[in-house]
């Protein structure tokens, strides 16, 4: 069960705690903002339409290495400043807490996105102009809905493990590989993308990418498609984490090791 | 004199033994190949895709290779200072007998090891996964690049590290200087490919002529053909550990002064 109140309240503290020492944000953003000046560098020779397409895989990178990063460090620091316990007598479900930051992070994100944009666009002279805007900017809500969702689905092992900082290490890096957000997913290989299929973030750029760029649609599933698949996905896996919460927060209060820092 | 070394070494092994205080040997090992790893396959297939012929995937894996030191090396030791002002045990270090610098020196000699592991498992999963060709490389000539290369960049992410006793955090500050690489060290394309005012940045960083020393001895150069390379990473390595050892002093001072010891 969620709360919208608690998710409000969470995503306002979140929010709060950003505004007071913004320089945090710096550590979630720099991987993906390298990653994707790299790719401009890679592309640069290619020119056109590939560059755009670097640009908005950039930007799903970003809000993607925002959620992951701040999402498990918000649940490490609470158990590291010893009031996850308080959270978790409180009569909010976790999950609403947890989903309220983790849906803050991901807008965060885009704040990378558009750092990425003006590089493109200055450093590099890319016209950043998308297709269709508005299609563009409902795919953008769509991918951040979505990645903020799979935050939440990581966020929730969190609750029982404080190993947080080695599973954030671990996870960041696989999404961007597997969502395909920076190249076609015909490039991967064949065995890694049913993986790729089940992840929302791919369909949320596969949505981004054919609202942008001028006869793009490789797998023939259309913007209605793509965006109908991430809101599936994300579905799937907002039922997986609320499951997963609900059975983690049992597993860690009858272990007793939500204080075990 | 011996009261150092001893405090070196002291602080080596309390530096490996907390490692896996939290993170356990499996999750630890599994963290550090995952990361090497997709690090790798992510740049390899953005330059499959690209199609440069100046960066192919053999020539990204290579660099990326090379740049899994980084974490250990760089980001591992830029960080312990921070992470004893943000666990509060700075003050307990500096009311031992042993100078700050010394701790500071043990935890990055541990962070070395953890680097050359790192380092050697990633050239590994490059020649085997990714196509990197290092049969012509003389594995002791290789050892020797990765040693000095080690040695230089410990010494850098020294002198990073040092603002940690001052700043709130050497977080932020280690979070740049970790992928910075990637961009100006000749990790994934060439430098030249950089705009001309910011080439020259790309040599103040030890790992840009580990990069370029690894890529000669993989087509099969020898330690003579290196040891330009050689000289200038251990010529800045040493400027490093002297301005870290130098900037230690001044930032304990000031963090004395400022009362900012245990601030975070």
């Known amino acids: ?261 | 004199m011996m009261r150092n070394v001893t405090g070196v070494k002291a602080s080596a092994l309390v530096a490996m033994r907390s490692q896996f205080a939290v993170v356990g040997p499996v999750l630890w090992l599994i963290q550090i190949l995952s990361t090497a790893l997709f690090q790798m396959w992510f740049f390899v297939l953005v330059s499959d895709f690209a199609g440069d012929p100046a960066a192919g995937p053999a020539y990204v894996a290579l660099g990326n290779a090379v740049s899994s030191l980084t974490y250990a090396a760089v980001y591992g030791v830029t960080m312990a200072a921070g992470s004893e002002k943000h666990i509060g045990t700075m003050a307990s270090i500096l009311g031992t007998p042993t100078r700050m610098y010394y701790v500071f020196l043990g935890k990055g000699a541990y962070q070395s090891v953890i680097g050359l592991f790192t380092v050697t498992v990633s050239l590994l999963l490059s020649s085997w996964l990714f196509g990197v060709d290092l049969s012509g490389a003389d594995p002791l000539t290789l050892a020797t690049v990765l040693v000095v290369t080690c040695f230089a960049m410990v010494g850098f992410g020294m002198v990073i590290g040092s603002v940690g006793v001052y700043l709130r955090s050497s977080m932020v500050l280690g979070s740049i200087v970790l992928y910075l690489g990637l961009l100006l060290c000749g990790v994934n394309f060439p430098i030249a490919y950089l705009p001309g005012w910011l080439q020259p940045a790309s040599y103040a960083f030890p790992l840009t002529y580990g990069v370029e020393a690894v890529r000669r001895v993989a087509m099969g150069a020898g330690l003579a053909d290196v040891s330009h390379l050689l000289i200038v990473m251990l010529a800045m390595g040493a400027a490093f550990y002297v301005l870290a050892y130098l900037l230690f002093e001044v930032f304990e001072r000031l963090a004395l002064r400022r009362g900012s010891l245990d601030m975070f």
């Open chain 1, 1 to 261: 069960m969620m709360s919208v109140r608690a998710m409000k309240a969470a995503l306002k503290q979140q929010a709060i705690h950003f505004f007071v020492d913004p320089q945090w944000v710096i550590p979630s953003i720099i991987a993906p903002f390298i990653f994707t000046t790299v790719t401009l560098f890679l592309f640069r020779h290619t020119g056109g339409d590939l560059m755009l397409y670097a640009v908005l895989g950039g930007g799903v990178l970003g809000m993607w290495g925002n959620t992951i990063h701040s999402s498990s460090w918000s649940i490490g620091y609470d158990r590291m400043n010893g009031t996850l316990e308080a959270i978790m007598v409180t009569p909010a479900p976790l999950s609403s807490v947890v989903f309220g930051r983790c849906l803050w992070n991901a807008f965060l994100g885009l704040l990378n996105a558009l750092a990425v944009f003006l590089v493109a666009q200055f450093a590099f002279g890319i016209d950043v102009t998308v297709r269709d805007p508005l299609g563009f900017l409902v795919a953008l809500a769509a991918t951040l809905l979505s990645l903020a969702v799979l935050g939440m689905v990581f966020g929730a092992f969190y609750v029982v493990t404080r190993a947080s900082s080695a599973l954030f290490q671990m996870l960041e890096y696989p999404i961007y590989v597997l969502s395909g957000a920076m190249f076609p997913l015909v490039v991967l290989p064949e065995w890694s993308r049913p993986f790729s299929y089940a992840l929302p973030a791919t369909w949320g750029a596969e949505a981004l990418k054919i609202a942008s760029l001028s006869g793009y649609d490789p797998l023939g599933l259309g913007y209605m498609g793509a965006l109908g698949l991430t809101a599936l996905t994300t579905l799937v896996f907002l039922l997986v984490s609320l499951w997963l919460f609900s059975f983690l927060e049992g597993r860690a209060k009858v272990n007793g090791t939500l204080v075990r820092y």
